[in-house]
């Protein structure tokens, strides 16, 4: 089927916001997703030792992402509540025109754009007041990983504690939550694309909007390659949430939430407690 010119000149003012905790896959998930027929960014950063295959993040993004937290004297690493309220108003008009700035230079062209940074959990909030000043369409995927795996992995890419690296996946998730909650948001689970690979991939691009531009067995190929085992180094059963110690509750809730779609107790309750509490 022919895609109507409204359809096309609504893709390529779309851009699909990749959401996730660090070290939950998302790296691997754009990756696939940009071999479908989103686009990526210009200016990537460059592949690094704890991410050989790439992070396919804009670097500019990143860089005003982090002046973004900076500004409310937070980090990526910081699992305490941030709204984009504790920003002056001038100082958010600010960071939205220079986040346009960045975006606007890839936005012409065909097929929905993919921006991804883990720091956007945080910062939804910003995103979605940019998109409605700017008249663009937001879309959103999330990434999630086993949290014992993200902890296990930043412990030994950060020598961050446990307890640190499960707050900051709770806070992560929750404030995708609280941005998100009512819209659609198809689960990506790390351990299934990787082991299903293009099966997943490709029918959750469709779901996102993107139309392959070339032959789908040849994108299939693509991704299969892409998406090697070699890419996971910590291993937990989706079903195991007590293995390296013990998980906290509210943890617990959130990724029994993610696995199953069922609505988490926790959502309605007061999110600066439970980051307190994790």
Not at 36 to 57: C, I, K, Y
Not at 91 to 98: E, G, L
């Amino acid at each position: 089927m022919i895609r109507s010119a409204v359809m096309a000149a609504r893709d390529n003012r779309a851009v699909i916001l990749v959401l996730g905790m660090h070290r939950s896959g998302t790296s691997a998930l754009t990756g696939a997703l940009a071999e479908t027929g989103a686009r990526l960014p210009s200016n990537l950063l460059l592949p690094q030792a704890d991410n050989p295959h790439g992070f396919f993040e804009s670097d500019a993004i990143v860089r005003l992402h982090d002046e973004i937290l900076a500004e409310v004297d937070s980090s990526w690493d910081d699992p305490s509540p941030w709204t984009s309220s504790k920003l002056a108003s001038i100082r958010r008009a600010d960071f939205r025109h220079r986040l346009w700035e960045v975006l606007r230079v890839d936005m012409p062209g065909s097929g929905p754009l993919l921006v991804k940074d883990p720091r956007l959990c945080r910062l939804l909030p910003v995103w979605q007041d940019l998109a409605e000043e700017r008249g663009f369409e937001t879309r959103y995927v999330l990434v999630v990983r086993h949290p014992m795996e993200v902890a296990a992995s930043l412990a030994k890419r950060n020598g961050m504690a446990m307890t640190l690296a499960l707050s900051l996946w709770l806070r992560s998730y929750l404030d995708v939550e609280q941005a998100t909650c009512g819209s659609a948001r198809p689960i990506a689970h790390y351990d299934t694309f990787l082991r299903e690979k293009s099966r997943f991939v490709l029918p959750l691009a469709a779901a996102l909007g993107i139309a392959c531009q070339r032959p789908v067995d040849e994108v299939g190929e693509l991704i299969d390659k892409k998406l090697s085992a070699d890419q996971r180094h910590f291993i937990a059963a989706a079903s195991d949430l007590s293995c390296f110690g013990t998980i906290p509750g509210t943890v617990r809730s959130m990724y029994e939430w993610l696995l199953t779609g069922l609505h988490p107790s926790i959502a309605s309750t007061n999110y600066t407690e439970i980051a307190k509490n994790c």
